[in-house]
């Protein structure tokens, strides 16, 4: 799934803004940059037919330092061969326990600590299997470029518990995946975490 060309300039233009607003202190350019930022908010809304483009703009003003890509971590976990899913509130639809790696914090222990958060299962982190570009992965369109970590995780304990993000947590066999939730996950990136798991030497896939 390729990314809409609008999605791709309302993404360089806020990238433009929110590292010059980073360096510059020239307040006329300060004032430009800002511009720069309501145009691809703007821009953004106008293509995803939101009936405001504040909520956008919201979003971009609350990035701050030099744009780079926002990296999202993945754990697949396995149990008698079944992959470890987890449903979310806001789409209903099934993916790996992950989420956004936070600042200051090792991707594989940010994995591990999504995993806890909203599965209830602790996991030791033992082979990062993928490390891909978003736009690359038939995701639909998102509003920030991303890298995606997909890590295999070994089950250590732990019960299925909700979170605030999550309702439910089960492990599937591969002919029984249910939903995904594509923005997540995708059916290919599930079949290549079977892969790995049925062969452990694998090495990380990457694009």
């Not at 929110?18 to 360096?23: I, K």
């Not at 082979?127 to 250590?156: T, V």
């Amino acid at each position: 799934m390729q990314n809409p060309q609008w999605l791709t300039w309302a993404r360089r233009l806020q990238a433009i803004a929110q590292s010059g607003l980073a360096y510059c202190r020239d307040k006329f350019d300060v004032q430009r940059y800002h511009e720069i930022s309501a145009i691809a908010a703007e821009i953004m809304a106008r293509g995803a037919a939101l009936p405001s483009d504040q909520p956008v703009a919201a979003l971009f003003a609350a990035q701050a330092g030099y744009a780079t890509p926002k990296v999202d971590v993945r754990a697949a976990v396995f149990r008698d061969g079944r992959i470890l899913l987890v449903r979310e509130i806001d789409d209903g639809a099934w993916t790996l326990p992950g989420g956004w790696a936070d600042a200051g914090e090792p991707p594989s222990i940010a994995a591990a600590r999504e995993t806890r958060e909203e599965s209830g299962y602790h996991i030791g982190v033992t082979k990062l299997a993928a490390l891909y570009d978003r736009d690359l992965q038939g995701h639909p369109p998102h509003a920030f470029h991303a890298y995606k970590l997909f890590f295999l995780g070994e089950l250590q304990g732990g019960s299925p518990q909700d979170s605030h993000e999550t309702v439910d947590a089960q492990f599937f066999a591969e002919d029984k995946i249910p939903p995904l939730s594509l923005s997540r996950v995708t059916p290919a990136q599930i079949a290549h975490m079977f892969e790995h798991f049925r062969n452990p030497a694998l090495p990380t896939s990457f694009d």
